[in-house]
Nanobody, 115 residues
Framework: QVQLVESGGGLVQPGGSLRLSCAASRSILSISTMGWYRQAPGKERQLVATISRGGSTNYADSVRGRFTISRDIAKNTVYLQMTSLKPEDTAVFYC?????????WGRGTQVTVPS
């Protein structure tokens, strides 16, 4: 079991940057994969980026080159650095912890990029 708490969302102008944080209640090295997902109004939740226990990263095509997922093992925290933000990035961003038997989710943090 793990609790995930996201922070860092907010309102940012197009072209701006934000860094999201996800604090886990246990060692992130005990978690197979951690990731960020997002859900825009009226749309399904979609993958943004993941980082594996071994440190391998994966990105959605729509964010590759603009977003960077990273982690601080000592702080049990995963980050999502977002740059060159666009109005279409507006969504609730959720942190995910993937275990072999189930996923855990945070409550989400809102990111708004006005058009």
């Amino acid at each position: 079991q793990v609790q995930l708490v996201e922070s860092g969302g907010g309102l940012v102008q197009p072209g701006g940057s934000l860094r999201l944080s996800c604090a886990a209640s246990r060692s992130i090295l005990s978690i197979s994969t951690m990731g960020w997902y997002r859900q825009a109004p009226g749309k399904e939740r979609q993958l943004v980026a993941t980082i594996s226990r071994g440190g391998s990263t994966n990105y959605a095509d729509s964010v590759r080159g603009r977003f960077t997922i990273s982690r601080d093992i000592a702080k049990n925290t995963v980050y999502l650095q977002m740059t060159s933000l666009k109005p279409e990035d507006t969504a609730v961003f959720y942190c995910n912890a993937n275990f072999p038997t189930r996923d855990y989710w945070g409550r989400g943090t809102q990111v708004t990029v006005p058009s």
